[in-house]
């Protein structure tokens, strides 16, 4: 019987996350493209809820939290769940155990730039051919959408000031007048936290607005003015369903339609999809990469049109939702995992006139097959 060969483009997270369950393949053999290996991309965090199909980032995280809150100017939810806290593992911590787990016999990593053109992927002039190709380079994003772009440090104080058991996962007790805005702080230590800004808006902000905020934001509300910056961590992530389609080729990872459009949540729906592609390649089903229920994708469609016309009414809106459920919903939900009580719960607590509004623009334009 002949051995079959599968390729897997990429070096990150749903690259690697995929090629660690190799081991449930006897009968392929694998090639990874990992690129030029003297590109270092920096360390970061990667948030997650712990859920089916993470166990193991759950169990290597570098920290969890069985609470978490989300903070407005009038009001404070703390949600807990012992079930399912909420965890972060650093970047390079859980790329090395996928690389630690590679079966060395099966697998032959690849060091070399993969080109596109017409719709084909090469390696200097040689096309990669294989009876299974997955995609997972970084996408292109497409014009004029929604996006959350957020920067931040880790911050270390000479005095406790943080309570270590608390995460605050949003805190909109900061500038909304550029579009939807939040504080995101996670408490390492009593002394030592991640603290980011973020938005959700169509256009950039400078550096300095995200620093300047974050220095506000400790000195409002911790009494806190004099501290260290170390891990400077900055993103842009889009609040679109990017789902590119490929003749031959199966998409992975952002590429690939995994990050969840409302929130820029990633890691779970990555973790979530490469056992999904495991286990049709195993059970000899067609592949199919999309990760997110229909269901999901229309709602976050209404949502994202809601914060892109309304963004004052974030704050609002997710204070509902934090007040409506309890920790082990909005971890599910989170996480895609969400039950139809907890979706009709969320849909009941929400700003009525904006969110019909939306649905019947979604619908319109769904209708229509308007972009």
């Known amino acids: 019987m002949r051995e079959k060969e599968i390729n897997i483009i990429g070096g990150g997270c749903a690259a690697l996350s995929l ?90 990593i690849l060091e070399n730039d993969v080109l596109e053109k017409d719709g084909k992927l090469f390696i200097e002039n040689d096309k990669i051919k294989g009876d299974l190709v997955f995609d997972s380079r ?58 980011e800004s973020t938005m959700f808006s169509k256009t950039l902000e400078n550096k300095e607005f995200y620093s300047t905020e974050i220095s506000k934001y400790l000195k409002n509300y911790f009494n806190l003015i004099e501290f260290t910056k170390s891990d400077h961590e900055k993103g842009i992530i889009p609040m679109h369903h990017i789902f590119n389609e490929s003749k031959g080729i199966y998409n992975i990872g952002t590429r690939g339609g995994a990050v969840r459009p409302s929130s820029g949540y990633a890691f779970t729906f990555i973790q979530k999809q490469a056992f999904q592609i495991i286990n049709q390649i195993k059970n000899r089903k067609k592949i199919n990469t999309k990760i997110h229920k229909n269901i999901d994708l229309f709602l976050d469609k209404i949502f994202i049109n809601v914060i892109n016309e309304y963004p004052l009414l974030a704050p609002k809106i997710f204070s509902s939702m ?29 700003p009525k006139i904006p969110f019909i509004k939306s649905f019947f623009y979604v619908v319109y334009r769904q209708w229509f097959n308007l972009p």
């Not at 155990?97 to 099966?106: A, F, G, H, R, T």
């Not at 007040?323 to 929400?350: H, Q, V």
């Open 19 to 108: 090629a660690r369950l190799i081991k449930n393949l006897p009968n392929y053999k694998f090639n990874i493209f990992i690129g030029d290996k003297k590109k270092v991309n920096k360390d970061h965090f990667w948030g997650f809820w712990k859920v089916n199909k993470n166990d193991e980032a759950y169990n290597n995280a570098n920290h969890i939290w069985s609470k978490w809150s989300i903070n407005t100017k009038d009001s404070k939810f703390i949600l807990t769940s012992d079930k399912h806290p909420y965890c972060v593992i650093k970047r390079q911590k859980w790329l090395d155990i996928c690389k630690n787990q590679l079966v060395s016999k099966k697998l032959t």
């Open 138 to 195: 970084p996408p292109k994003f497409p014009s004029n959408i929604l996006l959350q772009h957020f920067e931040g440090f880790v911050v270390t104080s000479k005095k406790d000031v943080f309570d270590e058991k608390l995460a605050t996962l949003m805190d909109f007790r900061c500038d909304q007048s550029r579009g939807m805005h939040f504080i995101y702080l996670l408490p390492f230590s009593k002394r030592k936290a991640l603290v």
């Open 322 to 350: 934090a007040r409506i459920l309890n920790g082990d919903e909005m971890a599910k939900f989170m996480s895609g995992n969400a039950s139809l009580l907890t979706t009709c719960k969320i849909i009941i607590s929400m």
